[in-house]
């Protein structure tokens, strides 16, 4: 966007209409109260699909704004209508995918001892807040062709910037709660509260397309 004044690109709908997008959220006790007290929202499990406004202002560089119940009473617009064309835009959003041992190479410089492409990283084009792409068209494609024959994966959520997307390699119920407590040590000690999307992992099934919290055979 060019330097358009931020409050009057927020105040015109027709401004923001094409930088509506969709953000992945969890309640995490940050974000709890926007849950709670905005429509423009769509629950998926335990997760919930919020519309937002994701831009690059002169003053501010890039940004991603939540939309309000009152910021749409403000647009004279109706909820359905703003969620609608901000899925548009989201379906039309780049999909940025990496193997886990790329990314670790890149981080460390040199390869991981483990040498098995059984995970990929997966979020949109900016890094930022892009844990929502895997609701994607194109997020999907990717991930089934990366992980062919597979009719299920383990989706890890890194934080609301990225996922993890693994391939299963042992019963889930012995597998999901090991995983779990490695989510819930890391969103402890390493990510931010505010970045925090979820305490447990997912499981994606291809032919659903469903994404949602593994439910036990012994606990279900």
């Keep these: 966007m060019d330097g ?3 409050n009057e690109i927020i105040r ?3 401004l923001c209409k094409p930088l509506l997008s969709l953000r992945l959220l969890g309640e995490n006790g940050f974000y709890d109260s926007y849950i709670l007290n905005n429509k423009a929202i769509k629950p998926v499990s335990d997760l919930y699909l919020c519309v937002c406004i994701n831009g690059t ?3 501010i560089g890039r940004y991603s704004t939540l939309v309000t119940d009152s910021l749409i009473s403000l647009w004279n617009r109706g909820v359905e209508e703003v969620f609608s064309d901000a899925e548009k835009n989201f379906e039309e959003e780049e999909c940025e995918t990496m193997s886990l041992n790329s ?9 991981p001892v483990n ?10 084009k900016n890094g930022y807040f892009g844990a929502g792409i895997i609701f994607s068209s194109r997020a999907r494609a990717k ?3 990366y992980f062919v024959g597979e009719s299920q994966v383990l989706v890890i959520p890194s934080s609301v910037h990225e996922l993890i997307v693994m391939k299963i ?5 012995d597998l999901v709660p090991k995983i779990d407590e490695i989510v819930r040590d890391v969103n402890k ?3 931010e509260n505010r970045e925090i999307l979820s305490n447990h992992c997912y499981i994606l099934d291809k032919n659903s397309g469903k994404l949602d919290f593994f439910r036990s055979k012994m606990y279900p």
């Design 189 to 191: 000690f390493v990510v």
């Design 12 to 14: 015109n709908y027709e």
């Design 115 to 124: 040498t098995n492409d059984d995970a990929l990283v997966i979020g949109n």
């Design 103 to 111: 990314m670790i190479s890149t981080l460390i410089g040199k390869n």
């Design 57 to 59: 202002n002169p003053k």
């Design 169 to 173: 390699w042992e019963d889930l119920d």
């Design 143 to 145: 991930i089934w062709e």
């Design 4 to 6: 358009t004044d931020l």
